[in-house]
């Protein structure tokens, strides 16, 4: 076995463990510890968790730890000699008569954006997903709601995934937003859950189908005479029709759904009165 004594993390005389970590959890390391195993000095009494973040992997994208071939919870104290093995959520092993880290899966899925993903919230909201987000919450009062509401932290900040109180969060990766969209949905498999136009890309409340003649005051004249079927957010009281924006926005979900990403298709949104 090739171990290599990496000078990120080695101490000479200092307790030592041996870790490994599969997948895309290397994308949170530095270049010599990914896909290899590597020393981690320790000193003191130290939870396997509080290691695996001090090398910079945050737990919420754990969802099982091996110590010596036998699984274990994020509170295990590390021993000197120990080995190992980190694996990230939905990885798929047979991990029968393992500890999965995360018990209970989130039933509805929910999110709640962090403040850099303004673009994202807009395009996973086109697809029906339900996302909160409000760039005024401080990292607290975010993970606050996360825990009360159920949702899953969508963020590109690790330092935030780092938090004890985190239970469900996911490290956004960089690439474009359809990209991005598109790994949350393959990664939590949430293609039955897409139900484009659906919900306001303003508010995240879900639309309801309205008559044309309760609203008809508020359409442009050419609209009204054009399209019959109209969507209303009860909470911000936007009106949607599917006019020639439609097309865009259409292409832009076949781009999430299907193919790799792409800018081509960013034009506006929003269509509303
Ligand atoms: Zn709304």
């Known amino acids: ?24 959890l290397n994308d949170f390391l530095p270049e010599c510890q990914r896909k290899t195993d590597f020393e981690a000095a320790f000193q003191g009494k130290r939870s396997v968790k509080d290691m695996i973040e ?11 730890i091996l110590i010596n071939g036998k699984s274990v919870d994020f509170s295990y104290i590390i021993q000197d000699g120990d080995r190992v093995s980190v694996y990230p959520v939905f990885e798929s ?6 500890t999965r880290l995360r018990k209970v899966p ?24 339900d996302v909160y987000y409000d760039p005024l919450l401080s990292n ?13 932290i969508l963020t590109r900040s690790k330092k935030l995934l780092k938090f004890r109180e985190v ?17 949350i949905i393959d990664y939590l498999d949430l293609r039955e859950s897409i139900n484009p136009f659906s919900r306001c890309l303003g508010c995240n ?27 209303m957010c009860s909470t911000c009281d936007k009106i949607y029709w599917r ?26 949104l929003e269509k509303q009165e």
């Open 167 to 183: 239970t469900h969060g996911i490290f956004v990766r960089p690439g474009t937003v359809e990209s991005q969209i598109k790994r």
């Open 93 to 98: 092993l047979n991990i029968e008569n393992a």
């Open 1 to 24: 076995m090739l171990l290599l004594k990496c000078p990120c993390t080695s101490g000479e005389s200092m307790p030592k463990a041996i870790f490994r970590f599969y997948e895309e």
């Open 54 to 64: 001090a090398l910079g992997v945050p737990h919420t994208e754990i969802d099982l």
């Open 205 to 231: 409340n879900l639309l309801e189908k309205v008559p044309k003649e309760k609203i008809i005051h508020r359409i442009p004249p050419k609209t009204k005479d054009l399209y019959h079927e109209y969507t």
């Open 243 to 268: 006019g020639p924006h439609y097309i865009e926005l259409k292409k832009i979900i076949d781009l999430i759904l299907d193919g790799p990403g792409s800018r081509e298709a960013d034009n506006s």
């Open 106 to 129: 989130l039933r509805d899925t929910r999110f709640i954006a962090h403040v850099h993903l303004r673009d994202m919230v807009k395009y996973m909201r086109l697809l029906g997903l």
């Open 140 to 152: 607290r009062q975010l993970i606050e709601i996360s825990r009360r509401q159920k949702r899953i």
